[in-house]
């Protein structure tokens, strides 16, 4: 996939985002350890950008620094960690866990989440350098208030941040399984939601390094 994304036509197409195929009940297990139903309907999405900036820059604004200082996207957001996350840029660890409670709106306001989330980081070091990889996954649906019929029961999440010579190509792949319904709550307002989400918060992250990377 690596090589593919190098051609240039390829990589331009990715970068605005795209469906992908949903995750097998197997890949689930492998990503959360859960064995876990569909109950819904799930979506994949994908996205694709490349930075001018280091693995361990970005490792230090996703998880070293405070996210919630970093991205305005959540109303609430706390995350803990199984240690202190100085560890991933000094790689005295080459991973480590952590939970995230968090509430979001969407709508302009008209609904609110408030989800629990599982995630693990690790370092992998390759013939490319050293690549960051993410993942996380729902401990729980998220709570969706007021209840207007839309639902998500399960979500999935992927990151990988890959050295290209001078840049860094970063891949990230998202899947929720959850109950959408005709007109405002369809599968495609699912899709475009979460792309613009992963937007909001990539921007962010530009953002931070482009500051941290001028101090």
Same mark, same amino acid.
């Given at each position: ?10 990589f ?12 097998s ?19 994949g ?6 930075v ?35 560890? #991933? ?11 995230v ?5 969407w #709508?302009?306001g ?12 690790r ?8 690549v960051l ?12 208030s ?25 891949i ?44």
């Open positions: 996939m690596y090589n593919w994304l190098n051609q240039e036509d390829n331009a197409q990715m970068k605005e985002g795209f469906s992908i195929q949903p995750l009940d197997e890949a689930r297990y492998h990503i959360s350890f859960e064995e876990r139903p569909i109950e819904g309907t799930m979506i999405i994908s996205l694709v950008e490349d001018s900036y280091s693995t361990s820059l970005i490792a230090e604004g996703l998880f070293v620094e405070d996210w919630s200082e970093i991205s305005d996207t959540y109303l609430e957001y706390e995350r803990t960690f199984s240690r202190d996350p100085i560890c #991933l840029l000094q790689r005295s660890c080459t991973g480590l866990e952590y939970e409670f968090s509430t979001s709106s #709508l302009n008209l609904l609110t989440g408030v989800s629990n989330i599982q995630g693990q980081v370092w992998l070091e390759t013939e490319l350098g050293w990889m993410q993942r996380f996954w729902l401990q729980s649906p998220i709570d969706v007021p209840d207007l019929g839309f639902a998500i029961y399960q979500q999935y999440y992927l990151h990988l941040s890959i050295p290209s010579g001078e840049d860094v190509i970063r990230q792949m998202m899947w929720m399984d959850g109950n959408y319904k005709e007109g405002l709550f369809d599968q495609d307002w699912g899709i475009s939601q979460t792309l613009s989400s992963i937007q909001k918060e990539n921007a962010a992250l530009i953002s931070w390094l482009e500051q941290r990377n001028n101090d």
